[in-house]
C-alpha cells in the first residue's frame, strides 16, 4: 500500500484551508449561540 507524501506547498496550503474553515464553523457557533440568547432574553422573537 502506498502512501501519499506532501510537499511543503501542499502542506501550507491544507493548513490554510483547514484554519479557514474552523473560523467559519467558530462562526457559526457564534451567530447560532447569539440567536439563541437573544430569543430567550426577549421572548418569541420571529426571525
Not at 491544507?14 to 457557533?29: F, K, M, Q, S, T
Amino acid at each position: 500500500m502506498e502512501t501519499v507524501t506532501l510537499t511543503e506547498k501542499q502542506k501550507k496550503s491544507r493548513r490554510g484551508r483547514n484554519i479557514a474553515l474552523g473560523v467559519v464553523l467558530a462562526g457559526l457557533v457564534v451567530i447560532f449561540y447569539v440567536i439563541t440568547v437573544v430569543k430567550f432574553t426577549t421572548g418569541t422573537m420571529p426571525l
